[in-house]
């Protein structure tokens, strides 16, 4: 059996998982389960980026250790792949005892081989962000990251002669173009290899930065985070530790990473297996970025996409299906709420989940639910048509797969589900069911229409698997089907006849606009006339807003306060006038919570009530009413509460 090894990059865990982590994974899926569809021994590796400044920064802002923090992230990515459906074989955690020693054994080895060297660093260094900086990354002799004046700095440090394979490596790339890819990506790598290439500082005094893998022949070190996070593809493999393993996966067939990390994959990665005498990976490819309704994603933006909350709006398959549909694979793509909207309610609800349901519909209506045998196949020109393109779309999808093509392995399956769609408009059988003595030709009908179904779920099966499993299941298909070789699924058989088919609920109900346009990523704004269908549903959790300092926040007046008084303004339902005591002064303040409270029937459960109210907010007039403050209170369009105190505490007090 061929094997396929494959592989995302390990995402780190200082933050999150984002739409760039799913949208790697997802492809890399996706391909994982193709390979497995057409049989191959698929070993499908992903994993997290532990160590390094990056994740020790993040635990010391939270206040736990390295350890404790990634421990608490790792789950996020975890959780997620669970709800995306994604099938890897192995999770590694570069923290992880069995890589660890292999990448001490990888430094050791290189150690000992001359491939590693120490001398004298000359680069500079930040003292407020306590960051070392080459002379290229500095801006304007600046830190790049705060603009701050950097310090310079001689520091001893180990290197790895990664200069000396500048010639090796840019034959193999000349010579192989498939080597990396897109075409586009390979010429910036040789574009860079055309520079000379230096040596590379593999390591980190202890003194700036403990969070690594100590080098083995210096306990005062530890190693560049990006020599610890590429070793996982070996360690996992069983370098060092299962030489049969090791040669049964290695070389991997596949490096799937964005184009920011392409050159840290294509020359550092790649030199130092030639430093261990290993082969290089068979392929490299660098995907594209996501832009976030027209704009680069970050945080202080605010507008960085996050794949729960896509997934608790609209499901984790539309969400996959979205992200290889809408943008070539290796190009950038504009992530937009709208554009997921426009591609599910017309490709996955109008022309395939109507596919389905009504092919469904039509054999329980009109062959009591048993799909029936053919009786004139391949007579009748459509027949012969749909069969034909059901039989062609394994190349289609193959050599798409093979391209890394994804929008075009899906391209093509729709316009098989748009020809099946029109193949069932053409042959009407519903008339032909209001005639005995068009029987013979309604079987042949609702038969064709059920197995250019039963094709289109074959070939779904690596983008939707829920979907085609849903599919065949209500094609009455069981798990033994599951099990056939895809020779034998992709042929035109029999297989159907006889079988019951089972309706289901709509596979993707249609999501219906409300007036208002949808706020980006939120689901407000957007009701679907079925629930979404889930993997696994989470509450859904507002968009965060961009930072801001302490200054900012220090320019709020926030004071506790009595209510002494409530009633509705007039003609408003939403509206109340509350006195409020901050403590020798009453506040007059017009609050929309009129909806959640009714003091005219039930005064007490505002007078009396300590709560938190901003007090030097500009005063407003709102129906005419001077407002003098603003309460807080949670909740959305609706109010939940109000922020109020467990404590006695005296109205005026500061809060902070
Ligand atoms: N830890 C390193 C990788 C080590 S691999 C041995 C790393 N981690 S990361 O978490 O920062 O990024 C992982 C991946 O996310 C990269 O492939 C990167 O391209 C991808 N993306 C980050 N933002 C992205 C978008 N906005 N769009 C698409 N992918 C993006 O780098």
């Not at 990634?70 to 890897?88: E, M, N, P, T």
């Not at 049969?244 to 130092?272: M, N």
């Not at 003091?599 to 300590?610: D, S, T």
């Amino acid at each position: 059996m061929p094997s396929f090894y494959l592989t995302t990059p390990l995402y780190y865990v200082n933050d999150a998982p984002h739409i760039g982590h799913a949208y790697t994974t997802i492809a890399a899926d996706t391909l994982a389960r193709w390979r497995r569809l057409c049989g191959d021994a698929v070993f499908f590796l992903t994993g997290t980026d532990e160590h390094g400044q990056k994740v020790e920064q993040a635990a010391m802002a939270r206040g736990q250790t390295p350890l404790a923090h990634a421990d608490h992230l790792v789950v996020r990515f975890q959780d997620l792949w669970k709800r995306l459906g994604i099938s890897h074989d192995d999770f590694i955690r570069t923290t992880e005892a069995r890589h660890v020693t292999v990448v001490q054994a990888v430094l050791q080895r290189l150690w000992e081989k001359g491939e590693i060297y120490a001398d004298a660093y000359q680069g500079w260094y930040c003292l407020p962000d306590e960051r070392f900086w080459t002379e290229k990354e500095l801006v304007d002799g600046n830190c790049p990251d705060c603009l701050r004046p950097v310090t310079p700095i001689r520091e001893r440090n180990y290197f790895f002669r990664m200069g000396k394979y500048q010639d090796a490596l840019r034959d193999h790339i000349r010579q192989d173009a498939s080597f990396i890819r897109p075409e586009n990506r390979r010429n910036e790598v040789l574009g860079f290899l055309a520079r000379p290439l230096g040596d590379l500082c593999i390591s980190r005094p202890k003194h700036r930065l403990s969070w690594g893998v100590p080098i083995p022949f210096d306990p005062d070190y530890v190693t560049y985070v990006w020599v610890d996070a590429l070793v996982n593809y070996i360690s996992v493999a069983g370098y060092a530790t299962d030489d049969a393993r090791f040669d049964r996966l290695w070389p991997c067939d596949l490096h799937l990473v964005g184009k920011d990390i392409l050159t840290t994959h294509a020359v550092y990665w790649t030199t130092l297996l030639m430093a261990l005498d290993l082969p290089l990976p068979r392929h490299i490819f660098a995907h594209g970025w996501w832009m976030s309704e027209g704009e680069k994603m970050s945080k202080s933006r605010g507008n960085v996409v996050e794949p729960n909350q896509v997934v608790d709006a609209f499901g984790a398959e539309p969400f996959r299906y979205f992200l290889l549909r809408e943008v070539p694979f290796g190009q950038d793509g504009n992530f937009s709420q709208a554009a997921l909207i426009g591609r599910y309610n017309s490709d996955l609800a109008n022309d395939l989940g109507n596919l389905v349901s009504r092919t469904v519909s039509l054999i329980a209506q009109f062959s009591d639910g048993t799909i029936p045998a053919p009786v004139s196949e391949g007579s009748v020109t459509e027949d012969a048509e749909i069969k034909q393109m059901g039989l062609d779309l394994f190349d289609a999808v193959e050599a798409a797969f093979g391209a890394m093509a994804f929008h075009q392995a899906l391209a093509a399956i729709w316009r098989y589900v748009e020809r099946a769609n029109r193949y069932i408009e053409q042959t009407a059988p519903w008339t032909l069911a209001k005639k005995v003595s068009e029987r013979a030709r309604l079987n042949t009908v609702l038969y064709t229409a059920a197995e250019a179904l039963r094709m289109l779920a074959l070939y779904l099966t690596p983008f939707l698997p829920d979907a085609s499993w849903k599919i065949n299941h209500a094609l009455g298909l069981d798990a033994a089907y599951d099990e056939m070789p895809l020779a034998l699924r992709r042929g035109w058989g029999e297989m159907l006849v006889g079988r019951r088919v089972a309706c289901g609920p709509a596979l993707f109900p249609r999501i219906e606009m409300k007036a208002h346009p949808p706020k980006p990523h939120a689901a407000e704004g957007v009701s679907v006339t079925q629930p979404v269908p889930t993997l696994d549903q989470a509450p859904e959790r507002p968009m965060l807003k961009p930072p801001i300092s302490i200054e900012e926040f220090a320019r709020l007046d926030l004071r506790v306060g009595e209510i002494r008084a409530a009633e509705r303004v007039p003609k408003s339902k939403k509206l109340l006038k509350l006195s409020v005591d901050i403590g020798g002064e009453v506040r007059q303040v017009v609050a929309g919570i009129g909806a959640k409270y009714a003091p005219e029937a039930l005064p007490e459960v505002l007078v009396g009530r300590k709560i938190v109210l901003l007090v030097n907010l500009k005063p407003a007039q709102i129906m005419g009413i001077e407002s003098q403050g603003m309460l807080l209170a949670a909740g959305g369009e609706s109010v939940l509460g109000l922020a109020t105190f467990l404590e006695e505490i005296p109205p005026g007090t500061r809060i902070k």
